[in-house]
T-cell receptor, first 112, second 115 residues
Framework: QKEVEQDPGPLSVPEGAIVSLNCTYS??????FMWYRQYSRKGPELLMYTYSSGNKEDGRFTAQVDKSSKYISLFIRDSQPSDSATYLCAMTFTSGTYKYIFGTGTRLKVLA | ETGVTQTPRHLVMGMTNKKSLKCEQHLGHNAMYWYKQSAKKPLELMFVYNFKEQTENNSVPSRFSPECPNSSHLFLHLHTLQPEDSALYLC??????????????FGEGSWLTVV
């Protein structure tokens, strides 16, 4: 079983839709959860960084962590064609470590 | 502009060539990393440097040789690569390798094709 599972997609949605991107994980020791956005032929950029369970909101983006279900989500409201990218989840055990475990990424296409 | 600059952005090399990838970070960070990103695979951590000292070599074949002359610059020297080494090589940096609130920032990557 992979430590982090992420549906590769592609996920195609119409402009303006609410997008839900998800990752499941197997190790209950993960405490810190991140979402990165990666445009085609570019490096990943950090979108959201959350600790433990709960929600965190930043503009149109909401990150949600459910540690009891070992499930994390990224919601994008009012999706735009410019949101078309691959979204990578990542997680780690402590705040200071570089040992991130990444998902394989979900490719999102927002259609105008 | 992420503050982490990689050159070249694209590289095609033969299996007998020797080439190098270069990374420079302008963020004042002390830790630098090399990752490999292949299609449909998670990011693979290759090497970690913290304050210019290599702190991790993640079982990377010796045909990949990193060099970190200072905290701002990182190189990946390549020689006698195999076609399966074709991938996106990402450089990254963070404040330091083990510190509270550490966040990793990536460069735009170097696309490597081995022919």
């Amino acid at each position: 079983q992979k430590e982090v599972e992420q549906d590769p997609g592609p996920l195609s949605v119409p402009e303006g839709a609410i997008v839900s991107l998800n990752c499941t994980y197997s190790n209950s020791a993960f405490q810190y959860f991140m979402w990165y956005r990666q445009y085609s032929r570019k490096g990943p950029e950090l979108l959201m960084y959350t600790y433990s369970s709960g929600n965190k909101e930043d503009g149109r983006f909401t990150a949600q962590v459910d540690k009891s279900s070992k499930y994390i989500s990224l919601f994008i409201r009012d999706s735009q064609p410019s949101d078309s990218a691959t979204y990578l989840c990542a997680m780690t055990f402590t705040s200071g470590t570089y040992k991130y475990i990444f998902g394989t990424g979900t490719r999102l296409k927002v259609l105008a | 502009e992420t503050g982490v600059t990689q050159t070249p952005r694209h590289l095609v090399m033969g299996m007998t060539n020797k080439k190098s990838l270069k990374c420079e970070q302008h963020l004042g960070h002390n830790a630098m990393y090399w990752y490999k990103q292949s299609a449909k695979k998670p990011l693979e951590l290759m090497f970690v440097y913290n304050f210019k000292e290599q702190t991790e070599n993640n079982s990377v074949p010796s045909r990949f040789s990193p060099e970190c002359p200072n905290s701002s610059h990182l190189f990946l020297h390549l020689h006698t690569l195999q076609p399966e080494d074709s991938a996106l090589y990402l450089c990254a940096s963070s404040r330091q390798a083990d510190s509270s609130g550490n966040t990793i920032y990536f460069g735009e990557g170097s696309w490597l094709t081995v022919v």
